[in-house]
């Protein structure tokens, strides 16, 4: 299991030690979108779904989420996150909804899976909202976008 950090000698999973790892300053930056027809667009930009303030409700959801990744992943460490944004670009042309969150602290291991979740949950959010309008909206592109701190220091995603 040569490169794996959450397996043994044996192959058992485990939660990674990172007792003795330096607390650092750690930020993760991830996005993805989701993709919906005109009439959830409209909905959505203007303000007028019928389940109220989509984005609102989808902001709150994903950082929400990202406070309780360790819950979700099962080898996650709990972090004591220091902050958490999540924002969202309308593309008129795409109908596309993109979905951005960060998620910082200063700890012994990084961040990238708070970020993740914090993007999943607030586009699954969107959907659950909007699927009386497009049940065939289609969450698309989530990756890490850039990583900073930590033992293997910066990372940017390839475009």
Do not use: Q, W
């Amino acid at each position: 299991m040569s490169g794996f950090t959450h397996f043994d000698d044996s192959g058992n999973a485990i939660m990674v030690d990172v007792t003795d790892k330096e607390v650092t300053e750690r930020t993760a930056v991830a996005a993805g979108g989701i993709l919906v027809s005109r009439e959830v667009y409209d909905a959505v930009k203007g303000g007028s779904a019928k389940k109220g303030d989509v984005l609102g409700t989808a902001r709150v959801a994903g950082i929400m989420a990202a406070k309780r990744t360790s819950e979700l992943i099962p080898m996650c460490h709990p972090l004591m996150l220091t902050k958490v944004t999540v924002d969202f670009e309308l593309e008129e042309e795409s109908h596309r909804i993109r979905c951005v969150c960060t998620a910082k602290l200063s700890g012994k291991t990084g961040v990238e899976m708070e970020a993740l979740t914090g993007v999943s949950v607030a586009l699954l959010t969107i959907y659950d909202m909007c699927k009386a309008m497009d049940r065939a909206m289609r969450i698309e592109d989530i990756h890490l976008v850039e990583k900073m701190g930590g033992k293997s220091g910066h990372f940017i995603a390839p475009v």
